[in-house]
């Protein structure tokens, strides 16, 4: 068994860097946001607006499966989908996005199975025996007018299990929005999430606008949501970014989440599943000090 084959009911996710991570469940593989810029390239935000990517992926493209069974895009934005990932890509592959990026991909980028999904809506993958369904659920790049400036954004709830019933793995997706009230209603509709991905990176836009969580915006969505384990990702990567990972880890000390974080590095690999245990695949990054291991289980909230 490689380690790119997680054991029966566990789900494999390597963290290429930035908001991108590729995601393996039984014989299905989904890649999400993907962003393969080389340190030093710009992305485009829109409006004019660059940032440089300051390091590259932690996975060479070769690594990348051309056609994954889908691509989960939270919205349409340079360091989220780039051009290398645009050409690297075959244009066959579904993308599950906002409406607005699914428009656009069809249309301006020749990708013709991308979909849009609404809130609350989402699309189901079946193939020999294994089942992910991908639920769209609300996200939004900003408060007040400058959110009608950016485009929309999609978080994701994902749900990995067998075809015939059940959930090993219920793995939440902030993409890059901001806590908002109508997050709360995540949990109303999905109360057993096992694993929240959130992206606390601190992005700033000209003028000190922030567009993403910080440390304290990504806490305030860890008690909101209260998953038991959270993997924070999308930090550290753009020029735009201004709040590290120690901020978020530090700040998750002081609110008593420290247990709760997961840590993958760039590059890393972690098993997740059954449930809310994960455990980091020997080889693919070092142990972390003692005092900030992993949690192998958390049995409940």
């Known amino acids: 068994m490689t380690t790119d084959e997680p054991p029966k009911g566990m789900v494999a ?5 930035n908001a991108t991570l590729l995601l393996r ?3 299905l593989t989904l890649l999400t946001d993907p962003n393969f810029l080389h340190g030093g390239h710009f992305a485009h935000l829109g409006y004019g607006l660059v940032s440089r990517r300051l390091a590259d992926p932690a996975l060479p493209l070769s690594e990348i499966p051309r056609r994954p069974d889908a691509v989960i895009l939270s919205h349409l934005h340079g360091d989220h989908w780039d051009r290398v990932a645009r050409h690297h890509l075959d244009h066959r592959v579904p993308v599950l996005t906002t409406p607005h990026a699914a428009r656009w991909l069809r249309h301006a980028h020749r990708f ?11 699309r189901e993958l079946v193939t020999e025996g294994a089942r992910v369904r991908v639920t769209a659920v609300p996200g939004s790049h900003a408060r007040g007018p400058l959110r009608l400036l950016l485009p929309p954004v999609m ?4 749900e990995f ?9 219920r793995m939440y997706i902030s993409g890059d929005t901001l806590p908002i009230e109508s997050l709360g ?3 109303d509709r999905h109360p057993d999430i096992h694993l929240a991905v959130l992206h606390p990176g ?3 836009l000209p003028g000190g606008f922030l567009v993403t969580m910080d440390d304290r915006l990504g806490n305030d969505l860890i008690e909101l949501l209260d998953p038991p384990l959270v993997l924070p990702i999308h930090y550290e990567e753009y020029t735009v970014m201004k709040s590290p990972l120690s901020d ?5 000390g002081r609110r008593g989440f420290a247990s709760r974080v997961v840590h993958c590095p760039r590059g890393g690999m972690i098993h997740a599943g059954p449930g809310a245990r994960v455990e980091p695949v020997p080889g693919t990054f070092p142990a972390p000090p003692e005092s900030e291991r992993t949690p192998r289980y958390r049995p409940g909230r």
Do not use: K
């Not at 013709?112 to 989402?122: F, N």
């Not at 978080?155 to 994902?158: D, E, F, W």
């Not at 299990?161 to 793995?169: E, F, I, K």
């Not at 978020?248 to 998750?252: G, P, R």
């Open 112 to 122: 013709p199975r991308a979909v849009g999904l609404s809130a609350w809506h989402g």
């Open 248 to 252: 978020f880890l530090a700040e998750a």
């Open 161 to 169: 299990g067998p075809a015939g019933g059940g959930v090993d793995l």
């Open 185 to 187: 209603e995540i949990t």
């Open 202 to 204: 601190g992005t700033r």
């Open 25 to 27: 469940y039984g014989p």
């Open 155 to 158: 978080g994701s709830v994902v």
């Open 13 to 17: 996710i390597r963290f290429p860097g």
